[in-house]
């Protein structure tokens, strides 16, 4: 928290709005010079002025927050690290691209939270189907529980499908166990993004989580095991079918893969 309220005072003195001390402390200078931002509401909890204020900083610079909404969430922690980064190098870091791939759109998925989304999906939880697993999966929550088939919606049933099924022949059943590929986290799931405001994408059975244990939220791919190259084959199979994953685009949540594009 600190170190949040540390660069937030930083930006307000660059703006010239703050003359205190750059001590990581939300005084009352601090609260003052938040005041006069147009999107902090001062009538907020401290901790949620001083989020909106990182996430309205981190847009305008073109770091995607997400939506301004005052809850510190994954992207909003990886934009709060790519501000940091820019303050200090006073460049962007260098753009990661991994094998320089390039993610084709063959079955035309949505950009997520469009209108078009909303006509290729439409209502959250509506138009599931069972889809039998080519191979056995074990929910990663509970690894003694067998996993056969999963919900997921109707558009993505065929596409999924076809991952799963390259995926098994590529990699075969015992390196799928050993690289935990069949550690399954869940699909269909109606819930708020986690520590944000929006819906998760699990909400319509178009994201799939695996791993979660060597893949926490928050890793980036210093740590998360799904960055390592023993899992290029299986971006691939996914990637190969348009569906994004949130790790390799925005190095956060490397569990999750969707059936959704991310807006440019
Ligand atoms: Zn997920």
Redo the contacts with the bound molecule.
């Keep these: 928290m600190k170190k949040r309220i540390r660069v937030v005072q930083q930006i307000l003195q660059e703006k010239g709005l703050y003359d205190g001390a750059i001590d990581g402390i939300a005084g009352p200078i601090t609260m003052r010079a938040l005041a006069s931002i147009d999107e902090v509401n001062s009538s907020d909890p401290k901790t949620r002025q001083i989020t909106t204020f990182v996430q309205v900083e981190a847009n305008k610079r073109g770091i995607d927050a997400g939506p301004v909404d005052g809850l510190w969430g994954p992207q909003t922690n990886a934009a709060f690290e790519e501000l940091v980064y820019r303050i200090e190098n006073g460049e962007p870091t260098p753009e990661w691209r991994p094998d320089e791939i390039e993610i084709q759109n063959p079955n035309q998925w949505p950009v997520q939270r469009t209108p078009e989304f909303r006509e290729f999906y439409g209502e959250r939880g509506t138009r599931q189907v069972m889809l039998d697993f080519p191979y056995p999966m074990r929910l990663s929550w509970d690894l003694r529980i067998q996993c056969r088939r999963t919900q997921c919606h109707e558009n993505v049933y065929d596409s999924l499908g076809r991952v799963l099924q390259k995926v098994k022949e590529i990699y075969g059943e015992n390196s799928i166990r050993e690289l935990h590929l069949d550690q399954f986290?869940?699909c269909l799931n109606e819930r708020p993004i986690r520590g944000g405001s929006a819906w998760?994408?699990?909400s319509w059975g178009i994201?799939?989580?695996f791993d979660h244990r060597r893949n926490a939220l928050h890793w980036g791919r210093d740590r998360a095991a799904f960055a390592h190259p023993d899992y290029n084959d299986w971006w691939k199979c996914w990637e190969e079918e348009g569906w994004i994953s949130?790790g390799r685009k925005r190095n956060f949540?490397w569990?999750?893969?969707?059936a959704a594009r991310l807006p440019e």
């Design positions: 986290g869940g998760s994408m699990h994201a799939l989580d949130l949540d569990m999750h893969v969707q």
